[in-house]
């Protein structure tokens, strides 16, 4: 991390700023977290100020920053300024080496983030609702994007030291109840069969009761019947639903466990029918918001030219009105100073009206309310067919790695463990290869660039991990906590290793961006380059053939840090790094 160069910059700059402009106002935080890393064809490693950091001031007043800033032996050895106002502080090699390596290394995994002038230093506690698939219908690959893309939001926020809340808003509400239950009574399916495959038997069930309310209106009759006696609370129809949804929700955490996905809360639409629905038409009755039609809907003029309805009809609550009352529940059981949704770019009118109705509320917490949007995969299908669930493309992934395992000279893995390794790391390049799209792009789905050995894929950062792990492990030096101030890293002057140690040490300014942009993408393409010139490095700094033992110990001590920033990062992504593959 360049943490503390960035901030010795910033304070020399400021005094010296401020020795030629006493107007010139700034803190030392807000001047070092506009500091830059980087890296030029020459090897030289310099922080640099974008114009828009010193807009206001002119040639001549640079011209003279650059000749009183003191530059000590302190890590800074000079500073430039090009016509287009860009201040460059070039970086002591051998300081920045020893600094990045060592503090990289000794680096816990709960390290405050807040303490770096890149970061904000007050910490949020930070609620996300993502994945949310339905009760009764199998885990579509639709859902993945928002689960991946979820989980990515959540660990992000933990990783810079926010609390963070993770809450699956399942769709366990509405008519299509109506349609299952019904379905369920004229099928008289046993709960034994469909304990046995609960996801396939209720999805049949569903499908057959849709087709037949289509062609048999009194069927249809029924089924609205049957919603509107679980809304009303009927003991017997509320039992099948708890059913249903028990079975769904073990289903559902089969395959979250299998994607490294841990959810704090299940809530549901259920949550908020009607006892809470009606709450909520209270309250906005209250405030004069809601406006009772001819037709028997509710409805809320969001502005001029959008209306809302939130109660249809014939009384049925609609979604708007239990996302209503689920924000209102949230903010006061949890108390978040963010709340973040990640749904789909189709929902974006849905989440505008549901903020603008919260702020006619009077709650002014609506503006920390924030709808992560992301776009379709296209084109996506598996040996089975078009109609793609989350088990079937894990299971596809998981044949291709075989497949490619048994032809691979490398594999390392035999035995029991091949199957699990195939399916890790199967299901690291399907995340990987939709993480490092731009979020709120489509894309076009490709089986063989998702889990190509080559490219920049989820196979390669793995691979990468695992060829790092072996160089450490087999190393005839070692490295410990204890002994790592003591390293001798003067050796390191090669140009590759040089280059390692600033990508190394730029870490800090990825997960920043990552972070403040909430797209994984930046991380992931970090990552690629961080392997890529891992493998550029290996190849030059050799441990085991090292001129002696100190050259030796400090090419690995790099090594042990590119293979930890490297697993930090995958972990972020919601992928577990193999030592194996």
């Known amino acids: ?36 890393l980087n890296f030029d064809k020459k090897s030289r490693i310099f922080l640099k100020f974008t114009p828009c950091v010193l807009q206001n001031q002119n040639d001549e007043l640079l011209s003279d920053f650059v000749k009183l800033l003191p530059l000590e032996e302190d890590g800074i050895s000079g500073v430039d300024h090009s016509e287009d106002n860009v201040l460059k502080f070039y970086l002591h090699n051998p300081m920045f080496v020893d600094h990045v390596v ?40 639709g859902h993945f994007r928002s689960t991946i893309l979820g989980n990515f939001v959540a660990n992000i926020n933990k990783a810079v030291g926010n609390q963070v809340t993770k809450i699956n808003y399942l769709g366990d509400w509405g008519t299509q109840f109506g349609l ?12 034994e069969a469909i304990k046995r ?3 396939k038997t209720l999805l049949e069930v569903y499908v057959k009761a849709n087709a037949l309310a289509e062609k048999n209106p009194e069927f249809g009759l029924k089924a609205r019947n049957a919603f509107n006696e679980l809304e009303n609370g009927d003991h017997d129809k509320l039992e099948v639903w708890k059913m249903c949804r028990e079975f769904t929700i073990d289903e559902l955490n089969k395959n979250y466990a299998k994607l490294n996905v841990e959810f704090d809360h299940f809530h549901g639409e259920s949550m908020y029918s009607t006892e809470r629905s009606e709450q909520v038409i209270k309250r906005l009755r209250e405030c004069d918001l809601i406006k009772d039609l001819e037709d028997g809907r509710k409805v809320i003029e969001v502005d001029d030219k959008n209306r809302v309805t939130i109660i249809k009809s014939d009384g049925s609550s609609l979604y708007i009105s239990r996302d209503i009352a689920a924000a209102l529940d ?47 995969i296209l084109g996506i299908s598996t040996r089975k067919g078009n109609m793609v669930y989350i088990s079937d493309l894990i299971e596809e992934a998981t044949d291709i790695m075989l497949e490619n395992q ?42 063989a660039k998702a889990l190509s050995h080559s490219g920049d894929t989820g196979v390669k950062l793995q691979y990468t991990h695992a060829r790092l792990t072996s160089l450490i492990d087999t190393a005839a030096v070692n490295i410990d906590h204890s002994d790592v101030a003591n390293i001798d890293t003067t050796s390191l002057t090669e140009s590759i290793a040089l280059e390692l140690i600033y990508h190394i040490g730029r870490y800090d300014e990825v997960i920043c961006l990552s972070h403040s942009t909430l797209e994984p993408h930046h991380l992931v393409q970090y990552l690629f380059t961080l392997c890529n010139t891992t493998s550029k490095a290996l190849t030059v700094l050799q441990v085991k053939t090292a001129p002696d033992p100190v050259t030796a110990q400090a090419r690995l001590l790099v090594f042990q840090c590119a293979r930890k920033t490297l697993a930090e990062g995958l972990t972020i992504l919601g992928i577990e790094p193999l030592e194996k593959i």
């Open 180 to 191: 299952l239950i019904a379905g369920l009574e004229e099928s008289e399916i046993a709960v």
């Open 102 to 141: 060592k503090t990289t290394f000794s680096r816990p995994p709960d390290y405050a983030w807040s303490r770096n002038a890149l970061f904000p230093e007050d910490l949020k506690h930070v609620l996300v609702e993502f994945s949310s698939p339905n009760i009764a219908k199998p885990f579509h690959v």
């Open 406 to 447: 048994d032809k691979s000279e490398n594999t390392r893995i035999f035995g029991d463990q091949k199957l699990s390794n195939a399916e890790a790391v199967g299901i690291s390049a399907l995340i990987i290869n939709d993480l490092k799209q731009k979020r709120t792009k489509d894309y076009k789905f490709s089986w």
């Open 197 to 199: 495959d609960p996801i």
């Open 1 to 36: 991390m360049a943490a503390k160069f960035r901030n010795l910059v910033a304070a020399k700059s400021l005094k010296t700023l401020k020795t030629l402009n006493n107007d010139f106002e700034a803190s030392n935080r807000a001047l070092a977290g506009k500091l830059k």
């Open 330 to 376: 949230r903010k006061e059981k949890f108390d978040f100073d963010k709340m973040i949704y990640v749904v789909d770019n189709s929902q974006g009118s849905h989440f505008q009206n549901l903020f603008k109705i919260l702020d006619k509320l009077g709650c002014d917490w609506s503006n920390n309310c924030e709808h992560v949007k992301f776009g379709k």
